[in-house]
């Protein structure tokens, strides 16, 4: 029987992005496991692993790339304005906090972080899969604010980063490093009162109606 075209590519990348959920699951742990540890962690042979994923480094951008696949609708909502500035700053961080304390996205910002900061070329692998999506997605929505006049004119890749950064270190210090049990943070309280100063530095009043204040 001739096999369809196409079929084992389909199987192939299936195959794949099992193996790369496993995968995952252990990068997020401490320690920078070699691959025989991997291997034990996805169920498979050394030489299975390498045929999936080639060395050590293709693993890694492997369960990575993984994330990427299905991350394109969320990138492109973040992308999209929703309301005037001041709503749509709030729903923007919103979205960005909600994606964070996702369990898979925890463990692949995780992952990235522990290989990244010891290799030269994972890092910014991990950056431009996982971290710049998101600062470029909330550039594209400043943009549009910008352009509508509801936004004082600035460098939107540092307004990005600003809205961005503060929302990523909170969840790197409570659900990465501990410090829910260290000194516990309210995570909402903190992302609004970040947000309202951020709408108080880079947004601009409405100016008053046609008429308003005029003599009856």
Not at 46 to 64: A, C, E, M, N, S
Not at 74 to 100: C, I, N, T, W
């Amino acid at each position: 029987m001739t096999r369809r075209v196409g079929s084992r590519n389909q199987r192939y990348e299936e195959r794949r992005m099992e193996l790369a959920r496993r995968l995952r699951q252990r990068l997020a742990k401490p320690g920078r496991p070699g691959l025989r540890e991997l291997a034990q962690a996805a169920g498979v042979t050394i030489p299975t692993l390498k045929h999936y994923f080639g060395d050590r480094d293709g693993i890694i951008k492997g369960v990575l790339d993984a994330h990427s696949a299905f991350s394109g609708p969320h990138m492109q909502a973040l992308r999209l304005p929703s309301g005037p500035f001041a709503k749509s700053m709030f729903e923007a961080a919103a979205y960005v906090d909600l994606g964070l304390s996702i369990p898979v996205v925890t463990e692949l910002h995780t992952a990235g972080i522990l290989e990244g900061v010891v290799h030269e070329e994972i890092g910014p692998y991990y950056l431009s899969t996982m971290l710049e999506p998101v600062l470029q997605g909330v550039e594209v929505r400043l943009s549009a604010h910008l352009a509508r006049g509801e936004m004082r004119q600035a460098d939107l890749r540092t307004a990005a980063l600003e809205l961005v950064a503060p929302i990523y270190v909170a969840h790197l210090h409570q659900r990465l490093l501990g410090g829910d049990k260290l000194r516990p943070l309210d995570t909402a309280v903190h992302r609004s009162e970040h947000v309202e100063a951020f709408i108080r530095a880079y947004g601009i009043e409405p100016g008053p109606a046609p008429g308003a204040g005029a003599a009856v």
